[in-house]
């Protein structure tokens, strides 16, 4: 069974705040792992791809651990652009070679003034 | 940039009738799948393809069909649309896997389908 688990929120932050967010999985075959976010009524669109050794894209600071199953999602100095509903994305892989993308629910972030 | 776009941004359609909704991206890509997302169920992947003329079942496949005659291509279709199919649809695509390593996934606009 697949599963990808984000608490749903809402986070509420003031600007320049910093939060983090969590997601676990459940597949420990799992090799690929990304960040989303999709704005209200819109397409999710790629944050960030996360790697073994963390990674970093400005604000945005991404972590794995695969002994726990667990990802993050840091983000720094919150803009009130960054209001958005942030989607934990992991591969599943399956039979015969074919790979798919499990999403979770979500986490919703509002950032106000 | 990658663009996928999905033929309709807003549909309304009535019960038992044939809906098809396209999908066309512009990369080359490989992939492509079809998911609908419903409030506090998330993305549900439908079906999805990898390569021209194949198809896999995703999760929840019941309903619905697909097509993929060409590379650019890939069709979601309602064999006889139910209230309970009402929904947004997302289409995306991306570049073929590396070995298991999948690649992100571009989305087109959406398609909110209303069934009447």
């Known amino acids: 069974r697949k599963e990808v688990e984000q608490d749903p929120g809402p986070f509420n932050v003031p600007e320049g705040a910093t939060v983090a967010f969590n997601c676990t999985y459940s597949?420990?075959?799992?090799?690929?792992f990304f960040w989303y976010r999709q704005d209200c009524r819109k397409e999710p669109r790629l944050l960030m791809s996360?790697?073994?050794s963390g990674n970093e894209d400005g604000r945005f600071t991404a972590q794995l651990n695969r002994a726990s199953q667990y990802i993050s999602l840091l983000i720094r100095d919150s803009k009130l652009s960054d209001s958005a509903t942030y989607l934990c994305?992991?591969?599943?892989?399956?039979?015969?070679?074919?790979?798919?993308?499990?999403f979770g629910k979500g986490t919703m972030l509002l950032v106000s003034p | 940039d990658v663009k996928v776009t999905q033929s309709s941004r807003y549909l309304v359609k009535r019960t038992g009738e044939k809906v098809f909704l396209e999908c066309v991206q512009d990369?080359?890509?490989?992939?492509m799948f079809w998911y609908r997302q419903d409030p506090g169920l998330g993305l549900r992947l439908i079906y999805f393809?990898?390569?021209?003329?194949?198809?896999e079942k995703g999760d929840i496949p019941e309903g619905y069909s697909v097509s993929r005659e060409k590379k650019e291509r890939f069709s979601l279709i309602l064999e006889s649309a139910s209230t309970n199919q009402t929904s947004m649809y997302l289409c995306?695509?991306?570049?073929?896997?590396?070995?298991?390593?999948?690649?992100?996934?571009?989305f087109g606009d959406g398609t909110r389908l209303s069934i009447l």
């Open positions: 995306a695509s991306s570049p073929a896997l590396v070995g298991q390593w999948n690649q992100p996934q571009h």
């Open positions: 597949n420990s075959a799992s090799q690929s």
């Open positions: 996360v790697y073994s």
């Open positions: 994305v992991v591969n599943h892989p399956g039979r015969a070679g074919y790979s798919t993308l499990t």
């Open positions: 990369m080359d890509h490989e992939n």
């Open positions: 393809s990898y390569d021209v003329k194949m198809k």
